[in-house]
Structure formats: C-alpha cells, structure tokens
C-alpha cells in the first residue's frame, strides 16, 4: 500500500530531468572531493529518484516523521546519488553535499546516519545493508507500523552470501513490506561480473528464495514506478504474491549520461578531472 500524499506530483518529464539534476550533482560532489564511486551512482539515479520524488512516504522537514517509508542503499559505496537526491529532495542544501569525504564533513565516503538528515542506516559492508533492511521491515510489522523498506543493493554484492541469508529470513517472515531494487549494470570494481564471479540467473535465485520477482529498464522511470505499482496492488493475475518480499531487477548502465564513463568498470571509484567533470556536466544538460 501507498500511503504517500505527494504521489504523482511530478510529471515522467518531471522525474528525468530531475534524475539528471541529481546526475549533475554526484559529478560535482565527486569532482570537488577527488575521489568517490560515480560509475554506481549514476547508474541507480533513476533508481532513487522514482522512490524519493514520487514512491515515498517522506517528509523532508520531518525526517524522522512516524509511519515514513525508509530507503537503504545497501550498495553503500553509491553514496553521492543517495545525499544528491535527498539534498533535491529537500533534506538539506545540495551546497552541503559538496563537502563529500573532505575532513570534519557529514558527508563520508558512505552514509552515516548519525550525521545526515534522510540516512536511515548506515551502510558500506556489502550484504549488511539488506540484512538491516530485513529487521527494519520486520519490526515495522511487529510494530504495525505501515511504512515499507526499500532497499538497493549492487548486482555485484549479490556474491556476498549474507544476500541470500536475509533472503532467506525476509521470505520466511513473509515480508510483504520489503521491496529490493537490484543495480544490475553488469559491472564492478574488477570488472564483468560475469568474469569475476556471474551472479545470473538473478531472477530464478530471488525467485527460489521465496520473493516476488520483476524486471525493468531501469532507465525508464515510468517502467520503475509501473513495477512499484503492481508489487502496491499485490495481484496475484500479476504474479505478485501479497504476502512475499518483492525484487525489481533494474537492468542498467554503470556511467549512464556520461558518455566516457558509460560501461566502464574504471569509473567504479576514480574521481573525473576537471576537464573531464566539465564534460560530464555539458552532457547531462548542466552547469558547470
């Protein structure tokens, strides 16, 4: 169930130019800094902002507002979407995110959600931001508290076996308030994932382990939300089982926007150089 009153406020066009903003944002924040994950970050900006502009429950002058939706981005090395959106959003000035990992900043390398208004776990050790989400979601239940937990991890973190333990955990207490989003650009620090170590067939594995499964573009923001639709109605014609955690596999591109960074493991966690920053904002329709 929806419960957000700000649902559809934007408009699809809305939503893409404000994913680019948000874009904009992490090439600067990343720039400035020196150093930081960009690959990752862009790849999920649709991603978050389809959950934080239009699926949410949230309310940036009450971050801590009760009965909220929460968003854990698992993939804890993609900070910079996460603070870039929620700056968007309204949580706090984007100026502020432009101190990303500088010494004394809220803003680290990965969310601390002692230092910055809208982070609801922090994350960073790939499998632990999921597994998080699995007790939030449960006590949520327990507590009969109607917020949802939404959760994003990394198609490459899907090769940590503490995934598939929450997995497990998640479809056993019929988690039917838990919904995943799987970053799947097919890429990570060393490389193909399919070289390193295939995490495919992403959707039989989260199948067998009990979950709802869908799959989108996940650079359609209209195909995201139309995902989020149908795991909200939990119809059954659908194959949505309403009592069952839900995954949305979201086939991406690491870099995406940026056309020197698009499909290259190498911007996993390099920071762009003036010359190139510059470029990367001229692509996304920014200013520099």
Known sequence: MNNNPNKGKYSIEDLKKIANIIRVDVIK????AGSGHPGGSLSAADIVTALYFDEMNIDPTNPKMKGRDKLVLSKGHAAPVQYAALAERGFF???????LRKMGSNFQGHPNMDKVPGIEMSTGSLGQGISASVGMALANKIDEDPGRVFVILGDGELQEGLVWEASMAASHYNLSNLVAFVDW?????????????????IDEKFRAFGWNVL???????????????????GDASLGINSDKPSVIIAKTVKGKGVSFMENQAGWHGKAPNEEQA???????GGEW
């Not at 924040?29 to 400035?32: L, S």
């Not at 799959?215 to 109605?233: E, Q, W, Y």
């Not at 510059?278 to 996304?284: F, G, H, I, S, Y």
Request: glycine share 8%.
């Open 93 to 99: 000035p984007v100026e502020e995110m432009m101190s």
């Open 278 to 284: 510059k470029k990367a904002v001229e692509e996304l």
């Open 29 to 32: 924040a990343v720039y400035k």
């Open 215 to 233: 799959s989108v573009d996940g650079h359609d923001i209209k195909d995201i939300l139309g995902a989020l639709d149908k795991v909200n109605r």
């Open 185 to 201: 650009n097919g890429l990570q620090i060393d490389g193909a994932n399919d070289d390193v170590m295939t995490v495919k067939p």
